[in-house]
């Protein structure tokens, strides 16, 4: 990991909204969050409240918001779309609902991906896959096609991918929202030590009380703010 600024993400005020037939919604309205390194932080909200829209704006994934966001002390909103995607690719990893795995290629490849584009040797972005896939037990499924593997196994590689350049911050919005419960409980734990062991951040939307109570920290997002 490169040196760690703290916070790691900073949102001041920030505010979104959308047109829906012509109607203006304001879905976030002024959300300000500190992450620490190495903090991870359950954003629990009903469906529909913005928890999507919040992590895609800590991803810099779009524009369109109001307000700062800082990610490791650079101001997202003074960049380009080039810059705020060199942002992410530096500081930030991923983990949706679904897995997005490219299905054309096996585990391995999936989390070697994202790792070539940092210019490392290959066989670095080999061993760093088998490492990932390693500790969350999928040392035996490596060559495996998305297709070949569970649900489960699927959204393992998901996170292996999304740790793979060693991200200062993990969004994840209900990764394990697509499972079955005993499979989501289990997947989370792996999540959750493997995050906590390579000392990133986390951001993690559920509506899971129960696993957000495993993480450091709750915040709430209701009515467009947090509490
Ligand atoms: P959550 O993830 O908490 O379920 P979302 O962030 O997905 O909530 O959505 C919050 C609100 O913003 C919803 O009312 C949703 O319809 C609206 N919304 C999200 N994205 C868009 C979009 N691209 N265009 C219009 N409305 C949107
Ligand atoms: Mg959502």
Redesign the pocket.
């Known amino acids: 990991m490169n040196d760690i600024v703290d916070p790691v993400v900073r949102l001041t005020d920030v505010t979104?909204s959308?047109?829906?037939g012509g109607v203006k919604?304001d879905?976030l309205r002024g959300v300000n969050l500190e992450v620490r390194p190495g903090e991870i932080v359950a954003l629990l909200?009903?469906?529909?409240?913005?928890?999507?829209?919040?992590?895609?704006a800590i991803g810099l994934l779009e524009g369109g918001f109001g307000g700062k966001i800082e990610i490791a002390g650079i101001d997202a909103s003074k960049l380009g779309k080039d810059q705020r995607a060199a942002v992410r690719r530096d500081h930030i990893g991923f983990v949706y609902q679904f897995h997005h795995l490219l299905p054309d290629f096996n585990a391995i490849e999936n989390v070697v991906l994202p790792q070539l584009i940092t210019g490392k040797p290959r066989t670095e972005c080999d061993a760093r896959a088998t490492e990932l896939l390693t500790a969350l037990g999928l040392g035996a499924r490596l060559e495996h096609r998305p297709s070949k593997l569970s649900g489960g196994e699927q959204q393992r590689v998901a996170v292996a991918r999304a740790l793979a350049n060693r991200p200062h911050m993990v969004l994840a919005?209900?990764p394990t929202g697509n499972l079955d419960e005993a499979t989501a409980d289990k997947v989370f734990a792996q999540f959750l030590a493997l995050v906590r062991g390579e000392g990133s951040a986390a951001l993690v939307?559920t509506?899971n009380e129960r696993l957000a109570a495993a993480m450091d920290r709750v915040v709430r997002?209701h009515d467009g703010v947090l509490t």
């Open positions: 979104r959308f047109e829906q919604i879905v909200g009903p469906s529909g409240s913005g928890k999507s829209t919040m992590l895609q919005d209900e939307a509506h997002l």
